[in-house]
């Protein structure tokens, strides 16, 4: 079956510096997402991404955030200048339509401790 | 705004019945639920999308009562494999808002 694949599966970076984590969405999926879960709480959305733009975000998705489909087949969450905060589990989604309808697949992870 | 999930957490011996709660103070378009086991990806359960709608698979099910803005999962004869958080999702244009979640756990 197919499924959406996230790396690395952990990052450990210094505060303040730049991260990006990577995903490859189910691959004739059109919808893209980004939810972030701090340990122990609920996921929470960050931001959607369709025709090669965004869609919707966020409050938490501010200035240091920003995500990219680089090529036909990867779709990335840049953080620019990291903050402790921003240590979380971090889960990237695809579905083949819009939220309204259809399941959104999650991928396993990438697990981000800021230091 | 979040969904309200309830209980926050059950402890349920194998085969006890479990019903978990998802109502919002807005109106609900859909519903959708995803089972979570620790450490991992959330996983689909199932989406509801019209008021009266019920669905279901294996001993899973939920309603969605759309007037009461509210839907219900049902899990019929627990199996230990259904442990974890259950979180219930109401869409939002192309987000899901999700609660806090009810966490269930399967004693054997």
């Known amino acids: 079956e197919p499924e959406v694949t996230q790396t690395p599966s952990h990052q450990v970076t210094q505060m303040g510096q730049e991260v990006i984590l990577r995903c490859v969405p189910i691959?004739?999926?059109?919808?893209f997402y980004w939810y972030r879960q701090i340990l122990g709480q609920k996921v929470e959305f960050l931001v959607s991404f369709y025709n090669n733009e965004i869609s919707e975000k966020s409050e938490i998705f501010d200035d240091q955030f920003s995500v990219e489909r680089p090529d036909g087949s990867n779709f990335t969450l840049k953080i620019r200048s990291t903050k402790l905060e921003d240590s979380a589990m971090y889960f990237c989604a695809s579905s083949l339509q819009g939220a309204a309808n259809q399941p959104q697949h999650f991928g396993d992870g990438t697990r981000l401790s800021i230091l | 705004q979040q969904p309200v999930q309830s209980p926050q957490a059950v402890i349920l011996r194998e085969g006890e019945d479990a019903v978990i709660n998802c109502s919002s103070s807005k109106a609900l378009y859909s519903v959708h639920w995803y089972r979570q086991k620790h450490g991992e990806a959330p996983i689909f359960l199932m989406i509801l999308l019209k008021g009266g709608e019920q669905k279901g698979h294996d001993k899973i099910s939920a309603s969605f009562n759309e007037k009461k803005q509210q839907s219900s999962l049902y899990l019929t004869a627990s199996q230990l494999s259904y442990s974890g958080t259950y979180f219930c999702g109401t869409n939002r244009d192309d987000k899901i808002i999700f609660g806090k979640g009810t966490r269930l756990h399967i004693l054997p």
């Open positions: 691959s004739n999926h059109l919808y």
